[in-house]
């Protein structure tokens, strides 16, 4: 595979795994998981959690008023 697939299927993996935090964080299969952590590293997939978490929880906040909430 060529480095733009390879940068695609990277992009895709990533952001599968972002769209389900929100409301299927349970349900991520480790096979899932450990797809971003072969990406990332162990770090890398921890801090890529950790900011998806938090926009999630930013996003929500936005939503529901909370502006001392939202960062920017």
């Known amino acids: 595979m ?14 599968a795994y972002a769209r389900r935090m929100p409301f299927e964080h349970t349900a991520i299969t480790d096979t899932e998981a450990a797809a971003v952590v072969a990406l990332l590293g162990e770090q890398g997939f ?3 959690s950790v ?3 938090l926009a999630d929880a ?3 906040a936005e ?3 909370l502006p001392e909430l939202v960062v920017g």
């Open 63 to 65: 939503l529901v008023g």
């Open 58 to 60: 930013e996003c929500r």
């Open 46 to 48: 921890v801090a890529f």
């Open 51 to 53: 900011v998806a978490a």
């Open 2 to 15: 060529s480095g733009p697939v390879v940068a695609a299927l990277a992009a895709r993996t990533c952001l």
